[in-house]
């Protein structure tokens, strides 16, 4: 069964330092792999998505995610962080052929002045 | 371009009053899909239909129904609120492309309906 951990409940950076929130993946293929940001009393927008071809991809609002298959990971970075930033962030898992995602718990990320 | 809308975007219910959340999309998205979303739990898919006429249960369905006649609309009735209904709920939607072989572009979600029984 498909499954996505997200280890961090909560990260707090500060404003112009480098992010990097982890996010692990079971599948048995090479599943769809999104990341989600959620700003309070919002819902869910979609960042960037993976589904094959370059492992690296360049997401909205200067994100950019890694997907590593020997670890099963999809690690959402950015290189300065805002405080705008600020939000919950979700990972999330699709299978091929599929429509149905399964997201991880989410990652709350603070950002310090 | 609204993408999904969600209404009410607040709504307290008394322990066994009904209600009907409403959602609509202007995309022409085949697939639609109801989540609640819980403090630390993520999200929880309630219900989903892949079209018109065709609907299906997902992880949390007690205590829920769905309805969709046309592509656009996909209603959340809570009957008999209880408590434990208490949650935020989104309504998403998706697309997909044959050609490309490609089922799931990712979700649009609405903005959430707050809903409090008490």
């Known amino acids: 069964a498909q499954s996505v951990t997200q280890p961090d409940i909560h990260i707090t950076v500060s404003e112009g330092a480098s992010l990097e929130l982890r996010c692990n993946y079971s599948?048995?293929?090479?599943?769809?792999l999104f990341w989600y940001v959620q700003s309070p009393g919002q819902g869910l927008q979609l960042l960037l998505k993976?589904?094959?071809?370059?492992?690296l991809v360049q997401g909205i609002k200067g994100f950019e995610a890694e997907f590593k298959r020997s670890q099963s990971s999809f690690n959402l970075r950015k290189p300065s962080v805002h405080w705008s930033d600020a939000a919950e962030y979700f990972c999330?898992?699709?299978?091929?052929?599929?429509?149905?995602?399964?997201f991880g718990a989410g990652t709350r990320l603070f950002v310090k002045a | 371009n609204a993408g999904v809308t969600q209404t009410p975007k607040f709504r307290i219910l008394k322990i066994g009053q009904s209600m009907t959340l409403q959602c609509t999309q202007d995309?022409?998205?085949?697939?639609m899909y109801w989540y609640r979303q819980d403090p630390g739990m993520g999200l929880k898919l309630i219900y989903y239909?892949?079209?018109?006429?065709?609907?299906d249960k997902g992880e949390v369905p007690n205590g829920y129904n769905v309805s969709r006649s046309t592509t656009e609309d996909f209603p959340l009735r809570l009957e008999l609120a209880a408590p434990s209904q208490t949650s935020v709920y989104f309504c998403?939607?998706?697309?997909?492309?044959?050609?490309?072989?490609?089922?799931?572009?990712?979700?649009?979600f609405g903005s959430g309906t707050r809903l409090t029984v008490v």
């Open positions: 995309m022409n998205h085949n697939y």
């Open positions: 998403a939607s998706s697309s997909q492309d044959s050609a490309l072989e490609i089922t799931n572009y990712g979700y649009t």
């Open positions: 993976y589904f094959s071809g370059d492992t």
């Open positions: 239909s892949v079209g018109a006429g065709i609907t």
């Open positions: 599948y048995g293929a090479t599943p769809y």
């Open positions: 999330a898992v699709g299978s091929t052929g599929g429509f149905k995602t399964i």
